[in-house]
């Protein structure tokens, strides 16, 4: 049995970020913040990150935003509680977020 799927069309991923972050605990012990790398050839929009950075800027310090290659991505991505699809439709717009501990 795979993630489970929740559906939020119509939102971006920075205004899901910025709804859920209150209320989210990051890791602080592992890299909380993951996204796919380019792939070689291709090209990453440097505004998506931005846009991220500024939406998680309510958890200080914003953790580092970890880049990792496709198939790794891919199968943490198997791994996760949950997936949420969104309307992002961002090149490369896909962040893996890592629960901590919440008090």
Known sequence: MGPQVIRADGLKVSDLLRAIIP????DSYAPP?????AVEGDSLDPTVETR???ALSLQTPCPEIVRIDRYAFYER???AFAIVITGECA???NIL???GVTP
Not at 23 to 26: A, D, N, Q
Not at 33 to 37: C, E, K, R, T
Request: hydrophobic letters at 50%.
């Open 97 to 99: 977020l890592k629960k």
């Open 52 to 54: 991220y950075r500024d």
């Open 23 to 26: 209320l989210f605990e990051l």
């Open 77 to 79: 991505a198997q791994k």
């Open 33 to 37: 913040l993951v996204m796919m790398a």
């Open 91 to 93: 090149k490369y717009g």
